[in-house]
Nanobody
Framework: QVQPVESGGGLVQAGGSLRLSCAASGRTFSVYAMAWFRQAPGKEREFVAAISGSTGTTYYADSVKGRFTISRDNAKNTVYLQMNSLKPEDTAVYYC????????????????WGQGTQVTVSS
């Protein structure tokens, strides 16, 4: 079992960068795939990026591909989301989640969730 805790959100201008961190307690962090989802007001939670636990294979939503990079440090039980070239449409609460070895893109298949961190991109 892991408990994710997100940090690193904030207010940034369009074109800027932010790095989100997700620290997860628990001894079995490395066996879980880790993912980032986001939810804007009035919208459903959507998949952003994921990284598998075993091989470190990464997956991205088309909307962030080439701008966001997900990575993990199993020694620190931490996953990161580097966000570059941010756009106003990236504004949302960003959630970190732990899930199956091969990460799905549907939130309902993830086991553990953090509380979220707000990212606001001004135009």
């Amino acid at each position: 079992q892991v408990q994710p805790v997100e940090s690193g959100g904030g207010l940034v201008q369009a074109g800027g960068s932010l790095r989100l961190s997700c620290a997860a307690s628990g001894r079995t962090f490395s066996v879980y795939a880790m993912a980032w989802f986001r939810q804007a007001p009035g919208k459903e939670r959507e998949f952003v990026a994921a990284i598998s636990g075993s091989t470190g294979t990464t997956y991205y939503a088309d909307s962030v591909k080439g701008r966001f990079t997900i990575s993990r440090d199993n020694a620190k039980n931490t996953v990161y989301l580097q966000m570059n070239s941010l756009k106003p449409e990236d504004t949302a609460v960003y959630y970190c989640a732990a899930g199956p070895t091969i990460p799905p893109k549907t939130p309902g298949q993830y086991y553990f969730w953090g509380q979220g961190t707000q990212v606001t991109v001004s135009s």
